[in-house]
């Protein structure tokens, strides 16, 4: 898998194209070198035989001209006639012709020698001497009566030889050799063959610079491989999602992100060794359930990512379940202690519907998130389709569009507090005006950009402008909303408090309303961040409490100033005798703990007037006035 | 199949050196001359291909030797003369009737010659192998 994405890239093209192709080139090269050069000595070859071929002929069709036809056996039995015949042969016998001799062949079909033309003592053959002669040239000269040509490959001092038949009467009666030097051959081979070492030379190099580049390939892959995977676990990390992605088709694959549950206290009760091994195993179990063609990474610290390669015959849901039922069907043992494990999923099932890759992990993050919060150890798959992605999308952009073109307006909802009767508090609400004009409502294009940039660019703007309201109005106090989940945002964290932290006057103005929608499983990571906005100066109040997931345990554990009751209750609060006594008992118990309590969505004056007589300290509602985009510049008191 | 094995001998020798083949000639002559597996050879005189190639099983002395493979008949000890004696070239051979035959380079190429008579003489009977190599 590894290779395949590397190979993807472009400068591989030149390992892979380029340089076998060069190295072919340089073979071709050679072996086109090799080709003519034997052409070359084909031509030579021919030229050198027929001049020579022509001389003999000559000679001997004058010889037999002159000693009529039984010539050969004239030439036997006169040894005046050798000697005038070697000594007419030798003219013709030049430098490149190391022999010049004529055979007859004898009633035993053997070779015997004529003339001679060599005059080296140690060299040349005395008249009848036996021949042995060496190719199949003689008795094919004399089948075929013509000249027969021979390359000297088994002789080390000659290159070639020729036989040339002397014909008589059709007959063949004896044979003229001409044996060529190996020196003139030397001489042209020298000539050429430093272009020859040239090509082969090229040749080799290239070829041991194309084994070297695999060498050095092999070499960096090895070395890539060790950056792709988490040396722990030894499954890819994170910087290998990233070659992944710009090689792969996102559509082929289910995105997974994983987590393992508690693991922090595994650290911390047991220390990182067996933190370490725990995470190994987990791993090793995990592996066990997926396939080579899975993309199994380690994200973050005990975070996991697997894309699993979608094909009919996998069934996401079954694979999701089985991997989180292998990680949590025995306990772990590292160390000898046995320690329980669980993980928790988030699906995003078709990653490709996202804006991009980012987005796509994100809302399998979101699910995790969800899955995490839901009690842990369990799964959740995100279910929008594809045009839901797309609206969702298309709100994303609508938002920051909004941002830009400043149609982001805050309204202003008065609270009115009954100790003192005054109107110097409001709740601070968030109105986005569409490219039309439409006044579009928080529910409507939030959850579209949460977990995004552009949630906390909007954070940012809220609180900026809360400070410059603030600033306008001395006198007043703002409540502003803030998600629960919102408090694990780091991100948010620290844009709340690089803008609050340095106006302590301001943020004591402020009140934070927590809204949940999940129940609340980490009560210390929430008190943790309560207490940091506590540090600011601002105020913590319980939004909604009464319905949903809010209830007296959050009011214990999350050391809060005020609570605000949900609207359900407070509604028909005038002619619902229950719901007078829920209200009636959490404004008491409120008070024993020293919490504050408004009362909202009030509408009508019975309710207002019903709600002054349960001894709440505030309320809200449409009965005291809708938000508005002005805080008057004199409230009411 | 002999006969056949020499010839090729003395046709394939591709890649082989004159000096290989003259020496790996004289080796199968000799034992062919003198009938036995390993003949001890006795060299009289200098041939270069023995420089290069040495005799599986020299001698020292003439008197000792199954074959002499010789150079001259110069300085060769008398007594040696009735051995089997195979010279070096043509020249040679033709000039003493002692020799029996001769390997030699002509033009370029091997060649081999056995006197028959010569060989009768010394009651040498050679296989079919060489039987174009005898001369009358």
């Known amino acids: ?637 | 199949m002999k006969k056949v094995a020499l010839v090729l001998l003395l046709l394939t020798t591709l890649f082989a050196s004159d000096a290989k083949l003259a020496s790996t000639i004289y080796a199968r002559i000799s034992k062919a001359l003198s009938g036995v597996s390993e003949p001890k050879i006795y060299l009289h005189g200098e041939i270069k291909a023995f420089l290069e190639y040495p005799l599986a099983n020299p001698v020292k002395s003439c008197m000792e030797a199954d074959v002499i493979i010789t150079t001259t008949m110069q300085s060769l000890p008398i007594e040696c003369h009735e051995k089997t004696l195979f010279a070096n070239n043509y020249r040679l051979l033709r000039s003493s009737p002692q020799i029996v035959g001769a390997f030699f380079w002509s033009k370029g190429r091997p060649n081999i010659v056995f006197y028959k008579e010569r060989l009768d003489r010394h009651g040498i009977t050679l296989s079919d192998e060489y039987e174009r190599y005898i001369e009358e």
Request: proline residues 3%; charged residues 25%; negative net charge.
């Open chain 1, 1 to 637: 898998m590894i290779v395949s994405t590397l190979l993807a890239r472009k400068n591989s093209v030149l390992l892979f194209l380029f340089l076998p192709l060069m190295t072919l080139f340089m073979f071709i090269l050679y072996y086109k070198y090799t080709l003519t050069t034997k052409q070359v000595f084909d031509v030579l070859y021919e030229q050198v035989i027929s001049e020579k071929e022509y001389l003999i002929k000559n000679l001997v069709d004058s010889a037999i001209e002159r000693e009529g036809e039984d010539f050969v056996h004239r030439l036997r039995t006169s040894e005046s006639l050798r000697s005038q015949y070697e000594g007419e042969m030798s003219l013709i016998r030049t430098k490149d012709l190391t022999y010049l001799y004529m055979l007859y062949l004898d009633e035993k079909d053997r070779y015997r020698y004529l003339l001679d033309t060599t005059k080296e003592s140690d060299e040349a053959a005395e008249f009848d001497q036996k021949f042995d002669p060496n190719t199949d040239a003689w008795s094919e000269a004399r089948s075929s009566k013509k000249t027969q040509v021979r390359q000297q490959l088994d002789l080390q001092s000659l290159w070639i030889s020729a036989v040339v038949p002397v014909i008589v009467d059709d007959k063949v009666v004896a044979y003229v050799g001409a044996d060529f030097s190996y020196r003139e051959y030397a001489k042209i081979k020298e000539i050429v063959s430093p272009l020859k070492d040239i090509y082969f030379y090229a040749s080799v190099f290239m070829v041991i610079l194309l084994i070297s580049a695999y060498i050095q390939f092999v070499l960096y892959l090895q070395s890539q491989k060790r950056s792709y995977i988490d040396p722990l676990t030894q499954i890819f990390n994170r910087q290998y999602l990233i070659e992944f992605f710009k090689t792969s088709d996102i559509k082929q694959y289910h995105l997974l992100i994983l987590d393992m549950d508690y693991f922090k206290s595994v650290n911390d009760t047991y220390g990182h060794d067996v933190g370490d091994d725990v995470i190994i195993q987990t791993v090793d179990r995990i592996k066990t359930n997926i396939r080579s063609k899975d993309v199994f990474v380690r994200y973050g610290g005990e975070e996991f990512l697997i894309l699993l390669r979608r094909d009919a015959s996998l069934i996401l849901k079954k694979t999701a379940l089985r991997i989180k039922e292998i990680v949590s069907a025995t306990h772990i043992i590292s160390h000898h202690h046995h320690i329980p494990m669980s993980i928790s999923i988030g699906i995003n099932p078709y990653p490709e519907l996202a804006k991009n890759i980012d987005e796509a992990i994100k809302i399998a993050d979101e699910q995790l998130y969800i899955a995490k919060t839901s009690g842990r150890n369990c799964i959740r798959i995100h279910e929008e389709d594809e045009s839901e992605q797309s609206n969702r999308s298309k709100r994303l952009s609508d938002v920051h569009a909004a941002l830009e073109e400043k149609r982001i307006r805050l309204a202003f909802q008065p609270i009115f507090n009954v100790v003192d009767s005054s109107l110097k508090k409001y709740e601070v609400l968030i109105r986005m005006i569409d490219e039309h004009g439409i006044l579009i409502f928080p529910d409507d294009f939030l959850p579209a950009i949460a977990h995004t940039s552009v949630y906390n660019k909007l954070t940012h703007f809220i609180l900026d402008n809360v400070l410059i309201k603030l600033r306008q109005h001395d006198d007043i106090e703002l409540s502003v909303n803030i998600d629960l989940q919102d408090l694990f945002n780091e991100e948010i964290m620290q844009i709340i408090t690089s803008l609050l932290k340095p106006y302590p006057t301001l943020a004591s103005r402020i009140t934070f309303e927590i809204l949940e929608h999940e129940e609340i499983i980490d009560f210390d990571q929430i008190q943790k961040h309560i207490m940091t906005l506590r540090s600011f100066g601002c105020k913590i109040a319980l939004d909604d409490f009464g319905s949903g997931y809010a209830n007296f345990k959050y009011l214990l554990h999350l050391g809060i100033d005020i609570l605000k009751i949900d609207g359900s209750l407070i509604r028909d609060i005038d002619s619902n005798k229950n719901a007078q006594i829920i209200v009636k008992t959490i404004v008491n118990f409120s008070k024993e703990i020293g919490v504050t309590t408004i009362a909202e969505q009030v509408e009508t004056k019975e309710e207002f007037d019903k709600v002054q007589h349960l001894d709440i300290h505030s309320i809200q509602g449409y009965y005291l006035g809708r938000p508005k985009f002005d805080i008057p510049e004199d409230p009411v008191s």
